[in-house]
């Protein structure tokens, strides 16, 4: 008969459901968005610890994280909404076919994020034709990406998916400034990950 010994397992914080030495909870400024946030997470971006998408989902009072990679259509729709008009899609228009559905003058009533690596989101976007029909909203980096001493975009400009969001969101309410506490905890995020890595 052999001992075996199990290690306890880390308490975690019950809110961002990283170990509680590593809560970011204390990083977090709570916004109120207007435009309802739904990100799709691709499983392997949801075992990071490094994902921007836990931080975005914490600060923003109308965010939901889903975790998938492949989404049955009924459960799409399900996912954006009775009126699917009211639903973009954050990614660049020149991936896929090439080509965007206009984004209609109608009011947006939410804001559709992919997370996960560039390559494992384009997949995404093929797997799920629903996605590749919604309008999309792009976004022109205007500063370096603060991510970037954490991990590497594939090209300059890329944004993490919380500056993405952000900017996405601060453009369609026309409020520019809204989202200075979200990119200012990320910066915090970005600081706190630097250190603990060290």
Sequence with gaps: MSDTFVLPRRPRCAACDLPA??????????VRNEVEVLVLQHP??????????????????????VVGEVFEPDELVSLLGRDVSGAILLYPADTVT??????SSARTDRLVVLDGTWRKTLRMLHANPLLQSLPRQSILASAPARYGVLRKAPRPGQLSTLEAACAALAH???????????????????????????
């Design 21 to 30: 030495r590593t809560c970011l909870c204390a990083l977090v400024t709570a």
């Design 98 to 103: 090439g080509t965007t559905a206009p984004v």
């Design 172 to 198: 369609i309410e026309r409020a520019p400034s809204r989202y200075a506490p979200m990119l200012e905890a990320f910066d915090r995020f970005v600081a706190d990950r630097v250190a603990r890595s060290k």
């Design 44 to 65: 392997d971006e949801a075992r990071e610890a490094k994902n921007s998408a836990r931080l975005l989902r914490l600060g923003l009072a109308r965010c939901r994280v």
